[in-house]
């Protein structure tokens, strides 16, 4: 899933969970986060990394910025379950935005069965 984002923007952790991977893949830099055993998430896009492996993140901890995609700011979303990629639009939630245009996207709390 590709969010728009400002340039300036920065990305933060939708969930709590430890960092698995910070770097380079497929020629864009980003950063996996294990949330349970089975589940990750990784943000893709991202101009500058923040983090590193095996840092311990806290949901809103930020973690870089966007970079972009087909010349326009964004952020990618996956999430991967057993390493299977499922849809994230039913695990997402925007909280109400403490400082005005500024709405805070996280991960629902959620329970990945098995």
Excluded: K
Excluded at 44 to 63: D, F, H, K, R, T
């Amino acid at each position: 899933m590709d969010l728009a984002s400002s340039p300036a923007a920065v990305v933060r952790s939708p969930a709590s969970g430890r960092v698995t991977f910070a770097g380079r893949v497929a020629g864009m830099q980003s950063v996996t986060i294990a949330l349970q055993s089975r589940v990750r998430v990784s943000l893709s896009y991202l101009s500058e990394i923040w983090v590193v492996p095996n840092q311990q993140l806290a949901v809103g901890q930020p973690l870089g910025r966007p970079g972009t995609d087909h010349g326009l700011s964004a952020v990618h979303l996956s999430v991967r379950v057993a390493g299977e990629y499922i849809d994230p639009l039913p695990s997402l939630e925007c909280r109400p935005p403490s400082v005005p245009n500024r709405g805070i996207l996280r991960l629902l709390p959620a329970r990945f069965g098995g």
